[in-house]
């Protein structure tokens, strides 16, 4: 199974943006899915969490701003992001935890936040 993110582009601070994260194969049997970010000169972080189940968990600095769904239907995740921030532009990235153990990652898609 391979993941692709995509919805990431330029917005002025305030502004909103939906990523999508696309797999090729059924996401139902995953256990886990989230996104992270990496901006420059930073490390990768985790960014939002949700579960086989619905559970949700999120970074303390996106909660109240961002949402991450699932559609197991159409093999997707989202991350809507609200009242998007300049300290938000990074790289996104999804990735999934399988049965196995074994964790996947899509190629990431540029965020970026004016100001």
């Known amino acids: 199974v391979q993941l692709q993110a995509s919805g990431g582009g330029l917005v002025q601070a305030g502004g909103s943006l939906r990523l999508s994260c696309a797999a090729s194969?059924?996401?139902?049997?995953?256990?886990?899915m989230g996104w992270y970010r990496q901006a420059p000169e930073n490390l990768r972080e985790w960014v939002a969490r949700?579960?086989?189940?619905?559970?949700?968990n999120y970074k303390d600095s996106v909660k109240g701003r961002f949402t991450i769904s699932r559609d197991n239907a159409k093999n997707t995740v989202y991350l809507q992001m609200n009242s998007l921030k300049p300290e938000d532009t990074a790289v996104y990235y999804c990735?999934?935890?399988?049965?196995?153990?074994?964790?996947?990652w899509g190629q990431g898609t540029l965020v970026t936040v004016s100001s």
């Open positions: 194969g059924s996401i139902f049997s995953f256990n886990r």
């Open positions: 990735s999934a935890l399988l049965p196995s153990g074994a964790s996947i």
């Open positions: 949700i579960t086989r189940g619905g559970s949700t």
